[in-house]
């Protein structure tokens, strides 16, 4: 992220809040892995805070070196093999699950070429113009990096569910301006930006549940169980039959 360790420690400890927020709305499996995003993108943030501190000798270099093979082997290995499978898992129409799974296949492989590409080969990353610039091994070939934007905002695009939608479109616009403006630190800038888009997922989460609230309790408050009803008629049948006898009586 730019200007400081102080920035990334903010911003990841923020989108950190927002996702165990974004957990706490998980209601099934199947959720988990797109629930748990923006908290992924928060610990992430908070990793490249370490960075910065080992790129500044502020702390211990094995652990700075741990912070950047960890913040690199996220943002190349896992994310393209989880994101569209997560998407995946949580697409009703079938159609659009069926591209899905292409995308989820795709990112499966690429993300074990880059998990090769970043283990077998050093990684490397030092400070520029106020930012962090992230060097690996990895081909800098314009296939990758397609594959890469495709596996890890495609599902979000053709998703069924909206504010999921708009998070695709979102990271996709930031990848593309990103790209243009500052390619060097293409990485480390993005990533930030996903993160902090990611409260998109945690809308979504909380639209989804409140939806399921309002559902779950509209037959209770508009409708009489049978039950309580039945139970009524015979209440009111016995009512009449003691005030006609009443009346008997009184004649």
């Given at each position: 992220?730019?200007?400081?360790?102080?920035?990334?420690?903010?911003?990841?400890?923020?989108?950190?809040?927002?996702?165990?927020?974004?957990?706490r709305r998980v209601r099934v499996r199947r959720e988990l892995i797109v629930g748990a995003l923006p908290l992924l993108?928060?610990?992430?943030?908070?990793?490249?805070g370490l960075v910065w501190l080992g790129l500044r000798d502020q702390v211990s270099h094995g652990l700075g070196d741990a912070a950047k093979e960890a913040y690199i082997l996220f943002a190349?290995?896992?994310?393209?093999?989880?994101?569209?499978?997560g998407f995946l898992l949580l697409e009703p129409d079938r159609r659009r699950s069926?591209?899905?799974m292409?995308?989820?296949?795709?990112?499966?492989?690429?993300?074990?070429?880059?998990?090769?590409?970043?283990?077998?080969?050093?990684?490397?990353?030092?400070?520029?113009?106020?930012?962090?610039?992230?060097?690996?091994?990895?081909p800098n070939d314009a296939l990758i990096g397609l594959l890469y934007?495709?596996?890890?905002?495609?599902?979000?695009?053709?998703?069924?569910?909206?504010?999921?939608?708009?998070?695709?479109?979102?990271?996709l616009?930031?990848?593309?301006?990103?790209?243009?403006?500052?390619?060097?630190?293409?990485?480390?800038?993005w990533c930030v930006y996903v993160a902090v888009v990611s409260v998109l997922i945690f809308e979504h989460f909380r639209r989804q549940r409140a939806t399921e609230m309002r559902a779950f309790s509209a037959p209770a408050s508009s409708s009489t169980p049978p039950e309580l009803s039945a139970g009524r008629e015979v209440r009111g049948a016995l009512t009449l039959t003691s005030s006609s006898e009443d009346q008997r009586r009184q004649m």
């Open positions: 992220m730019c200007f400081s360790p102080q920035a990334d420690f903010v911003a990841g400890a923020a989108v950190a809040g927002v996702g165990i927020e974004t957990l993108f928060g610990i992430h943030q908070l990793v490249e190349h290995a896992v994310l393209p093999a989880i994101v569209p499978l069926r591209v899905m292409a995308m989820a296949f795709v990112g499966a492989l690429l993300g074990v070429f880059l998990l090769w590409q970043v283990t077998a080969y050093p990684v490397g990353a030092h400070e520029q113009a106020r930012c962090i610039d992230y060097t690996t091994h990895t934007v495709t596996v890890t905002c495609g599902p979000a695009l053709i998703s069924s569910r909206r504010y999921l939608r708009w998070f695709g479109l979102v990271s616009v930031g990848v593309i301006v990103t790209a243009v403006v500052r390619v060097d630190e293409l990485t480390s800038l």
